[in-house]
């Protein structure tokens, strides 16, 4: 698998654009995929996947051959996502008081849609409840979680995609995992 | 009601993760024997990741990779050139040298705009107009630059009139005459010339020792 897509690489490196799509149709579904569970979206995850490969076209001679081909691009991936999720974070603290008005803070103040009612949750397919419920998980927690249990990678890969030490890759898939069982405690 | 230690939840998430020394496990096993509370959190959290794994593995949109094709910039065709040049370097060397060249000899065209001619002992200067006078013997060449020339004695030598005029007259010219108008026949000439003088060189090595 690795020799045949490093075969792809060296003729898009030769300027062959053609043998650059092989590359996104062996990839397609498991980036799309990743972004998705990322930013719970489908227009997004599009987008953020599209952008992602237009990534690894323009910088594809940066690409060490000897690693492996899937990890630096879902590295590209998970970081476009995370700094998509971030962007759409508004930059203030929703616990901070919103000024002239006494008690009341951010939370008070938007809409419901950042989370659901009881009674909405209840309502909710499995699958529509887990999605959500990862949607809801800090990002650096989401990306360990979506790259473990729905990509299904090695925490050794893992690792190396999120450039971060094998213990906080640990530490981040623990608490995920905590978190997420919390959230679905009564599903 | 009692709280599982920490150290038994971290000890789950070790076993799930599949990196439990063996020592442990038999104490969390031991732990998950008597403690329901450590039970439950057991069983939830595989629970949980039961569910996120049973998300259904999606796929992207029909005709994602058209339109991802579509969207990367077009770099084919530069990467071609530059593919050429690297295969033909003598090619492009000689390309660079020629347009540089020919821009060096246009310029020299444009820019100089000044009469100027080659100096002689005895010729004289009216104005924009060489004469060699009547009676005069000039001997060498006599070029004129954005300039007239008129020869009423006796010249041996070529004679080349770049923008300006050659005055036919009653003198003698033992060589060619040429008039050059045009940046085109300037650069000709020009490069006529460099061959030329290194056609010389070649063929008059040992002349040019003796001199």
Redesign the interface.
């Known amino acids: 698998m690795d020799a045949l897509v490093n075969k792809r690489i060296a003729k898009v490196i ?4 053609d043998a ?2 092989e590359i ?2 062996l990839y ?2 498991q ?3 990743i972004c ?2 990322m930013l719970g979206n ?1 227009h997004e995850a ?1 987008d953020i ?2 952008e992602a ?2 990534r690894a ?2 910088n594809i001679h940066t690409f060490d051959q000897k690693r492996k081909f899937s990890t630096w691009l879902y590295r590209i991936a998970t970081n476009l996502c995370i700094d998509r999720i971030r962007k759409k974070k508004p930059d203030y603290h929703l616990d901070a008081e919103v000024r002239g008005a006494e008690g009341l803070n951010m939370y008070s103040s938007i809409a419901n849609d950042d989370e659901l009612p009881e009674d909405e949750l209840v309502k909710m397919e ?2 529509e409840r ?2 959500y419920e ?1 949607s809801r998980l800090p990002d650096k927690y989401r990306a360990a ?1 979506v790259l473990k ?2 990509e ?1 990678l090695p ?1 050794a890969e893992i690792s190396e995609i999120l450039d971060l030490p094998l213990g906080t890759v ?1 530490t981040r ?2 608490r995920g ?2 978190a ?2 919390k959230q ?2 009564n ?1 | 009601m009692k709280t599982c230690p920490d150290y038994i ?2 000890y789950m ?2 076993y ?2 599949g990196d439990l020394e063996p020592s442990k496990e038999r104490v969390l096993k031991e732990n998950l024997a008597t403690c329901q509370d450590c039970q439950k ?1 057991y069983h ?2 595989n ?3 039961a ?11 029909k005709g ?2 058209e ?3 579509s ?3 077009k ?2 065709q530069r ?2 050139a ?2 050429w040049f690297k295969q033909h370097p003598l090619l492009t060397a000689a390309a660079i040298f020629f347009v540089m060249m020919s821009a060096a000899l246009f310029s020299d065209f444009n820019n100089d705009q000044q009469f100027s001619f080659t100096k002689q002992p005895n010729v004289i200067v009216e104005g924009n107009t060489v004469i060699v006078p009547e009676g005069e013997v000039v001997t060498g060449n006599i070029k004129v630059k954005n300039g007239n020339l008129r020869v009423d004695g006796e010249l041996h030598g070529d004679v080349t009139v770049v923008n300006g005029q050659y005055m036919a007259s009653s003198g003698v010219i033992t060589g060619e005459v040429e008039e050059i108008d045009q940046a085109f026949d300037w650069l000709w000439y020009s490069i006529k010339d460099a061959f030329k003088d290194a056609a010389s060189i070649f063929s008059n090595d040992g002349a040019m020792i003796e001199e």
């Open positions: 030769k300027g062959d654009q650059f799509a996104v149709e397609q579904h980036l799309y995929q998705y569970r489908k599009e996947a599209q490969f237009m076209y323009v499995v699958q887990v999605q990862i979680i249990y729905i299904e925490l640990k898939i623990h995992r905590e997420l069982r679905l405690s599903l | 939840v971290q998430n070790d799930l993760d959190i939830e959290l629970k949980t990741i569910f996120v794994q049973s998300a259904s593995h999606i796929e992207a949109p994602f990779v339109a991802t094709m969207k990367l910039p770099q084919k990467s071609g530059q593919r």
